[in-house]
């Protein structure tokens, strides 16, 4: 049974931890949603790394015709694009301002197919393995080319990137407990002799923890709901100004485990602070309340 | 005879962090009696008494109160070792945010009471029995400093302990006042409760004369082992 009194007096003077809760997981779920959003940028650019593969001049067009059907039906493809040797050149001609086949008399750009892959299989393990598998159509296929040193400074870079803000949350998450932990502990501190007072007249440890523990948590939700209420603004305002890129990268089932997670999180930083705090006043001695 | 004995010690030391307080105690007190534990300042008394309701470790010699053994009581029993004494202050330490009633029913709750008509039953029964069943809606700070230490007299009641260990109840007391508190903790006794005083106002035992023991040079003297005691 909780007491009415130690809880109204606990929320009265609460206003410091929920402001502290609600900047704290504002700061996390922003940062939580670039690292969420993160996947879908880096699927984005993955997803736009070429794979040429460049066809003998002798082929046929039935023959090239089938072969990107096959290729179509691989389950590493996310799309293909057929350029002719004679589009190639058009293409070229348009970048260069010259008309060069008919400087040098033919044509010497090879038609070709640009395979664009699924995100998972844009690494180099995967390319170097589709490489195998294209060649193996020779004397069809002459060459098939990517730039590797493309692949690998984006999968590097991503890497880092989300260590980086991963590292940059745990750092976060750890200022936050311990700024919390010490706001609340002031709070409990000047309960001190009300929990000496329950411990003399033969309360449990957990009836005097429980409106602790309850105001703790109630100021998590708090401190999430504003918090969240706070991201919603800046989700607005980015809506507003960039619509296309903010409908792209972001989805409402994104938002709604966002939020869950928040309020879950402030409910946990909420308890787990409390329940330290108020451990500490219910071992100290008499002697020591006074210090 | 060792059914009768609400409190039981036998060569316990008493320390106050590492330092040695009182030594080599051995006594006991029986049900339904009042003993006096006089002092001057600093002599051990409140070190005693806070062994006596596990504020303090018990760190050497044997100690029984209210039927727990304080050498070997566990941190949770200690909630339920205190429902069974009733502690009484100097400073009274009621909650001053609500009304008498409602300090009352707070320890009620917080000792596992549930039913609401035996609660008010329980709190006037103590209240009638301290004089002050008028006053259940007044805030501490609107009683007079006697009233409220009945207050907590009433509040040490509620749990029907065995035990009521007073620390200085009459500090903060006129002589008028406080020969009321003394008069309410010896009807209490007389109704078979053990009831130990710490204090070292020695007009209080003159005026109601019973056991004393005294704490003097870290040691305890018992007035039922010496034909006479020097008080002074």
């Known amino acids: 049974m909780s007491d009415k009194y130690t809880q109204r ?34 699927d984005h650019v993955k997803e736009n790394i070429r794979i040429s593969v460049y066809l003998n001049a002798d082929s046929k067009e039935t023959d090239v015709h089938a072969l990107q059907q096959s290729i179509d039906a691989s389950n590493y493809v996310r799309s293909t694009t057929y350029t002719s040797a004679k589009e190639a050149a058009d293409h070229f001609q348009k970048e260069l301002g010259e008309d060069f086949v008919n400087s040098i008399g033919y044509n010497p750009l090879p038609s070709s197919i640009d395979i664009f892959l699924k995100a998972s299989y844009a690494n180099n393990d995967s390319i170097n393995w589709i490489k195998k598998e294209l060649l193996s159509h020779k004397p069809l296929v002459e ?29 976060l998450l750890f200022i936050a407990i311990a700024l919390i932990n010490n706001t609340i502990r002031l709070a409990i501190y000047s309960k001190r002799f009300l929990i000496r ?42 809506q507003r100004n960039y619509p296309e890129d903010v409908k792209s990268l972001l989805d409402i089932n994104l938002l709604g ?15 787990i602070c409390t329940w330290f705090a108020v451990r500490k006043y219910l071992r100290i001695r008499t002697s020591e309340l006074y210090f | 005879m060792t059914l009768d004995r609400s409190i039981t010690l036998d060569k316990v030391s008493i320390f106050q962090e590492h330092n040695l307080v009182l030594s080599n105690l051995s006594f006991h007190i029986n049900k339904g009696e009042l003993v006096y534990l006089l002092g001057k300042t600093g002599s051990g008394k409140s070190s005693l008494l806070k062994t006596l309701y596990a504020d303090l470790p018990l760190s050497s010699g044997e100690a029984t109160i ?31 945010d609500r009304t008498v009633k409602d300090n009352l029913k707070f320890v009620l709750k917080a000792t596992g009471w549930k039913n609401k008509a035996e609660m008010e039953q329980r709190i006037e029964d103590v209240l009638t029995k301290v004089g002050l069943v008028t ?46 508190i003394i008069s309410i903790l010896l009807d209490i006794s007389k109704n078979g409760r053990a009831v130990l005083i710490a204090t070292h106002d ?10 004393i023991l005294k704490c003097e040079n870290g040691s305890l003297l018992d007035s039922n082992l010496m034909e006479e005691m020097k008080l002074s």
């Open chain 2, 66 to 96: 209210s039927g727990y053994n304080l050498a070997s009581i566990k941190r949770r029993e200690i909630p339920y070792l205190r429902r069974k004494l009733g502690i009484v202050f100097q400073d009274f330490q009621l909650l001053t």
């Open chain 2, 135 to 180: 006053k259940t809606h007044k805030m501490p700070h609107e009683l007079s400093g006697g009233e409220q230490q009945r207050i907590a007299i009433a509040r040490a009641l509620l749990n029907d302990p065995e035990v009521i260990l007073a620390d200085e109840p009459t500090g903060n007391l006129d002589p008028e006042t406080s020969e009321g």
């Open chain 1, 143 to 171: 060459s098939v080319e990517y730039t590797e040193s493309h692949v690998n400074m984006i999968n590097d870079n991503l890497g880092k990137i989300s260590l980086v803000f991963l590292a940059f949350i745990g750092l």
């Open chain 1, 9 to 42: 007096r606990l929320q009265s003077s609460s206003i410091t931890t929920v402001i502290s809760i609600s900047l704290v997981l504002f700061m996390l779920g922003l940062l939580g949603m670039v690292v969420l959003s993160a996947k879908k940028i880096s």
């Open chain 1, 257 to 271: 485990i966002m939020s869950g997670a928040l309020v879950f999180l402030g409910i946990l930083i909420g308890f």
């Open chain 2, 202 to 211: 020695i007009m209080m035992y003159q005026k109601f004369r019973s056991r």
């Open chain 1, 197 to 238: 007072t329950m411990q003399l007249v033969g309360a449990t440890q957990g009836f005097i923890r429980k409106p602790f523990l309850l105001s703790g948590m109630i100021q998590g939700i708090y401190g999430a709901l504003i918090s969240l209420v706070m991201l919603l603004g800046i989700f607005y305002l980015l």
